[in-house]
């Protein structure tokens, strides 16, 4: 569709800009709380909220604070909760068993979690870098990331969380199989209603560094990630990655990060028509408070326009640490 307009002065588009009202009636797209998933960063302890130096006015919080957020989410409408927990060196180790601890730190949230704020949809990470003494996703052997034997221990990883009753798993690991071994594994354990959102076009991006701090990877990580993660010169690769995924068994599917990626949040949701998210990731969140907070933009408008942008791509949703207030914001305060 080529639209057309009649040339001035029969048309006048400010008319349409000329009052909040007729703005309102033809925005093309718009945010809700319920468009919005929260990453919330959980540690051990009671009573604890300890702030991310390098994302201001993220905390790490204890299990009963997660619950309190969860709680506030819910109360804002906020439709899920994202858990990603901070682990401490004794926790990291070469076999990554805490991974699947049915105790760990990220089931006893979700069971936490599920028991006060039932609504609440719990979404847990499976990737084995919180628990790898290397930092990395996967087992590494003679310094290369081992594929097929850390998709077993992703399936190990992926099922307990089930069991403790995340609604939502999301394999962020971007090991080649993973999706359809945790799909079968799922289907052969009875958890036949839990979703799966894959990572699937995750790019190997410099936008992480702050989300590696707040989880206690970034002394731990040898290396990089370009064995696994997206080359980000690539958007073809991110199509065939999705597309794979979903017929692997992916309910939904995630490009991350989002800003610098929104020509494919684009081009993936146009394709493929699958429930389509963008992360905004750490880097991004840190980048718009660290401007706000000198004085430099106007934070809120930043915020709520860096939101806005993943509608207008075509996203059905998005994970961002500004959830919270984004959703204050909308609910008028
Ligand atoms: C790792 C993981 C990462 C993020 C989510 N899961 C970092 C990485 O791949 O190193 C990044 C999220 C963010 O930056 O906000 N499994």
Redesign the pocket.
């Known amino acids: 569709m080529t639209p057309v307009q009649a040339p001035f002065p029969q048309s006048r588009p400010r008319r349409l800009r000329a009052s909040p009202a007729r703005r309102a009636l033809v925005a093309e797209t718009r945010l809700a709380p319920a468009d919005l998933i929260w ?1 919330v960063f959980v540690r051990d302890g009671n009573a604890v909220e300890e702030p991310v130096a390098s994302m201001p006015g993220v905390v790490r919080r204890s299990i009963d604070r997660v619950v309190e957020a969860a709680r506030e989410a819910a109360d804002l409408g906020i439709p899920a909760i994202c858990l ?1 927990p901070y682990t401490g060196a004794e926790q990291r180790t070469a076999d990554c068993a805490e991974a699947w601890n049915p105790d760990n730190l990220s089931n006893r949230a979700t069971r936490a979690i599920k028991a006060a704020v039932p609504e609440i949809a719990v979404m847990t ?1 499976v ?1 084995l ?1 919180p628990y790898s003494d290397t930092g990395h ?1 996967g087992f590494v052997e003679g310094g290369r990331i081992v594929n097929d034997a850390t998709v077993e221990a992703l399936v190990k990883q992926a099922l307990a969380q089930a069991e403790a009753g995340a609604d939502i798993l999301g394999p ?2 971007m090991m080649d199989g993973r999706i359809g071994a945790i799909r079968a594994a799922l289907e052969q354990a009875g958890h036949t209603d839990v979703t799966i959102m894959s ?1 699937a076009a ?1 790019y190997a991006s410099a ?2 560094g ?3 701090d707040a989880v206690g ?1 970034a002394s731990a ?1 040898k290396g990089d ?1 370009k064995t696994y ?1 997206m080359d980000p010169a690539n958007t073809d690769e991110a199509l065939r990655m999705v597309a794979r995924d979903l017929s692997e068994g992916a309910d939904m599917v995630m490009v ?2 989002g800003m610098p990626y929104l020509d494919i949040c684009r081009r993936v949701k146009a394709e493929l028509g699958a429930p389509t998210f963008a ?1 905004q ?3 991004e ?1 840190a980048m718009i408070r660290a401007a706000a907070l000198n004085g430099w933009i106007d934070g809120e408008r930043a915020m709520m326009e860096s939101l806005g942008c993943f509608k207008r791509a075509g996203c059905d949703g998005i994970l961002s ?1 500004f959830a919270p207030a984004a959703a204050r914001l909308m609910a008028g305060g």
Request: aromatic content about 30%.
């Open positions: 990453p990603f990470d990737a870098d996703d962020s690991d990572y995750k936008f992480y702050p989300f590696r990877a990580l990630k993660q991350k990060p992360y990731v750490s880097g969140y640490y």
